[in-house]
């Protein structure tokens, strides 16, 4: 598998959210959860993308640590998503469209990168970016 396919995964999953953002998580080339946005449905400002696929999976495994996971997400994880991914030890982030991406897309946005709260961490987090960048701004058109 390629990281566009899982990538492709995550934007059908964002089509079914309350905004269009969606992430997979992947260990050993296998999708083992995804999620989407459901910040209006759960009247919950946390559950965005990541942090409910975080939260899925951990409940899954009984454990806390995601190390040796990677997550895949439409959009640049927030700081709140950044630093869930550094609590929770994946080991590696790819996203569509940038923090700056969705700004200009008219998305509201804190205007601080995921690898700068990763920069500011404890942990080494692999970060790939704009894997299907415009796919993932054309959620926003």
């Not at 999620?35 to 951990?58: F, K, Q, Y």
């Not at 609590?87 to 700056?100: D, H, L, V």
Request: charged share 20%.
């Amino acid at each position: 598998m390629n990281p566009e396919y899982f990538m492709r995964l995550a934007i059908a999953e964002a089509k079914k959210g309350d905004a269009p953002y969606g992430a997979v998580i992947v260990k050993d080339d296998q999708v083992v959860a995804f999620a989407h946005n459901t910040v209006g449905r759960d009247n919950d400002p946390s559950a965005h993308a990541e942090i409910n696929v975080v939260r899925r999976l951990t409940a899954q495994l009984q454990s806390f640590s995601l190390e040796g996971y990677s997550i895949y997400t439409t959009g640049e994880p927030c700081p709140m998503c950044a630093a869930a991914c550094v609590w929770s030890g994946i080991a590696e982030i790819i996203y569509g469209a940038s923090i700056q991406d969705l700004i200009l897309a008219n998305q509201a946005q804190i205007q601080i990168s995921c690898e700068e709260v990763i920069a500011k961490s404890f942990r080494n987090i692999k970060v790939t970016k704009g894997i299907l960048r415009q796919e993932c701004l054309n959620l926003f058109a």
